[in-house]
């Protein structure tokens, strides 16, 4: 299919990309999992590729620079959120990498499973050289969301994290609570996972089925990241909190049935709260940890007439642990 991406504006700069990792995300969105999709649909929030032309009043990027770009690509640059680097919850509307109004051509965004994209330079992420550039596209957005909230809640060596699914966040939740120094503890529903979980360095790996591991886990986490891409009974993993201790929800953005206590809630001042990807500077920011302490997600490289079954296997949780587009081997075979 043949997309028009906006000619190049003089802050603009044009990405051939290379890789594009599949987030959980872009399934819910082809699906309609939030909205009904404005059609075309292209996906794919997860960019790395390479500059080939910048923009004249371009200074952060020349020709021949890699460069990420993750779930969003505009925003108005002067409200609360924006001046304060939250862009990814811009007061006048962030403007996301897919499926989104473009306010600059005036059409919709295009993600990134495609030959190129055009973006301001605000928007692209530089990719420190000599880092491996497929395992750097997933950081772009299973890596900032589960960063973001791992400093928000400041967390330090004496803290337990609890991460619930280890998909392709939850399994960069684990390494960036580790690179923080946190005992983790991780909520799996796949037998499978509980070993995967200790060889990513977890000291805890329960199933969610098991009524008596769960109840092991009562009062010993301190924050808890849930990842899972529908709404789920929330309640044991609020019994797993410490006091005082919160529950972020990255996963399941429909409508939550937290089902919970108010009892409970009232005698042990436990938290639900939710958090959106991360900053741009906060993006640069995972990248450069990430380059700086050599973490790297886990991928599995696809063509993209293997997309269709990738979907497939992300939904039967059959993802180890991100599936990343692989563009660059056509490119460099053309
Ligand atoms: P993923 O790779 O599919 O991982 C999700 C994991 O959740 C699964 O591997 C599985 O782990 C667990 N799970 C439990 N119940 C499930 C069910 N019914 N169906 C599928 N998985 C289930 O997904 P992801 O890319 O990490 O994304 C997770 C969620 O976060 C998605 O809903 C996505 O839209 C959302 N998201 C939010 C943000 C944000 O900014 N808030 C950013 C990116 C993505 P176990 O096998 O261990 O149980
Ligand atoms: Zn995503």
């Keep these: 299919m043949t997309i028009q991406r906006r000619a190049l504006g003089p802050k603009d700069v044009h990405i051939d990309i290379l890789y594009c990792g599949i987030c959980h995300s872009d399934i819910h969105a082809v699906r309609g999992d939030w909205r009904v999709p404005d059609l075309p649909i292209v996906p794919g929030h997860e960019i790395v590729g390479r500059v080939v032309a910048v923009g ?104 337990r994290v609890g991460v619930v699914g280890l998909g392709g966040l939850g399994h960069m939740a684990v390494k960036l609570a580790l690179a923080h120094q946190a005992q983790v503890t991780v909520f799996t529903t796949s037998p499978g996972k509980i070993a995967d979980a200790r060889r990513l360095g977890a000291s805890e ?72 990807i991360g900053g741009i500077a906060e993006t640069q920011q995972v990248v450069d940890y990430c380059f700086a302490r050599n973490i790297r997600p886990e991928v599995e490289l696809i063509r993209p007439d293997q997309i269709q079954a990738a979907y497939r296997r992300v939904l039967d949780k059959d993802v180890r642990y991100r599936f990343v587009i692989d563009f660059a081997s056509a490119k460099r075979a053309a």
């Design 205 to 276: 790996a329960v199933l969610w089925s098991d009524a008596q591991g769960m109840s092991r886990q009562a009062n010993s986490c301190d924050l808890i990241i849930a990842t899972v891409p529908e709404g789920f009974s929330m309640q044991p993993f609020f019994n797993a909190l410490k006091n005082d201790g919160t529950l972020v929800n990255v996963g399941a953005l429909g409508s939550l049935n937290p089902d919970l206590s108010g009892m409970l809630l009232a005698f042990s001042r436990k938290k639900l709260s939710g958090s959106m």
């Design 56 to 159: 004249s009043a371009v200074t952060k990027f020349r020709p021949g620079d890699i460069a990420g770009v993750g779930c969003m690509v505009d925003s108005c640059g002067e409200c609360e959120n924006c001046l304060a680097d939250r862009e990814q919850i811009c007061l006048n509307g962030t403007t996301f990498t897919y499926g989104a109004p473009d306010k600059i051509s005036g059409g919709q965004t295009y993600g990134g499973y495609a030959d190129s994209i055009v973006v301001t330079e605000r928007f692209a992420i530089r990719i420190p050289p000599g880092m491996d550039l497929a395992s750097t596209a997933p950081i772009l957005c299973a890596g900032i969301t589960t960063f973001s909230p791992l400093r928000h809640w400041q967390v330090t060596p004496a803290f």
